[in-house]
């Protein structure tokens, strides 16, 4: 496959997975258009690379359906100003979004071997406002924070205190929670008096934010 096909497919994608559902914020979809998400997966699943699902990466992880993380960063509203936190680097395709919209974006990843692979990644498409750790992303980065957007890529079963702690105020953050199998898109607003605000968006299927504060995994790599 060339590069031109891939452009072809990521304008497809665009036009009938986000702008043809509810993805209206232009930047947004420019991002898209641009980020090459084949790059960030395995050659052989590269005639699914803009395809309307999750594909899987290494250890049992998967990078995000487009339009979840659309839907999810359409929510944060994410200016150039903006200082943004993810949680789950994952392969990196969410992490370069965040780059194309925010102006510095600090990522924490639990699994070593995805964060050295996102940043190869990362490194290859030429992103460079981007910083990456290995830990228990639960936990927020105090160092860097507070984040005027903060996106969490994994299903938590409660709320990360820390993680609203480190919002700015005002700010904005968007996680799934709930039960393992099935979570809520919650958008989380701290207010510019710092009151919390918290709105259910939709249903949807996260791989489990593991860790002090989430679930128990036994069968869980002790990497961090
Ligand atoms: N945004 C990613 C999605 C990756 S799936 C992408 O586009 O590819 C969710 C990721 O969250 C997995 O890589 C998983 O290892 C990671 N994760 C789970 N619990 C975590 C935790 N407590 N801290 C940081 N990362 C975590």
């Not at 309307?52 to 487009?66: A, C, G, H, R, W």
């Not at 339009?67 to 395709?93: C, F, H, N, P, R």
């Not at 995805?114 to 980065?141: F, R, S």
Request: hydrophobic fraction near 40%; charge should be neutral; charged fraction near 30%.
């Amino acid at each position: 496959m060339r590069e031109n096909d891939f452009s072809e497919m990521r304008r497809n994608m665009v036009a009938s997975q986000l702008s043809g559902r509810d993805i209206r914020d232009k930047t947004v979809l420019d991002a898209f258009e641009k980020v090459p998400r084949h790059e960030f997966i395995d050659a052989k699943f590269y005639k699914d690379a803009y395809s309307d699902f999750p594909l899987p990466i290494e250890n049992e992880q998967t990078v995000s359906q487009p339009y979840i993380v659309a839907l999810m960063v359409q929510l944060l509203d994410i200016k150039k100003s903006d200082k943004a936190l993810e949680i789950g680097t994952g392969s990196g395709y969410e992490t370069a979004i965040l780059a194309e919209l925010a102006g510095e974006v600090f990522s924490v990843e639990r699994l070593k071997d995805l964060t050295e692979k996102a940043k190869l990644a990362l490194k290859k498409t030429g992103y460079k406002n981007i910083t990456l750790k290995t830990g228990d992303g639960m936990l927020g980065w105090e160092e860097f924070a507070p984040f005027d957007k903060i996106i969490v890529s994994a299903g938590a079963e409660t709320m990360p205190g820390p993680l609203t702690r480190q919002l700015k105020s005002p700010g904005k953050l968007v996680l799934p929670v709930g039960p393992r199998i099935r979570q809520k898109i919650l958008l989380v607003e701290k207010t510019g008096k710092g009151e919390i605000l918290e709105k259910e968006i939709c249903d949807c299927m996260f791989v489990p934010l593991i860790g002090r504060y989430g679930w128990k995994d036994s069968n869980a790599r002790k990497d961090i």
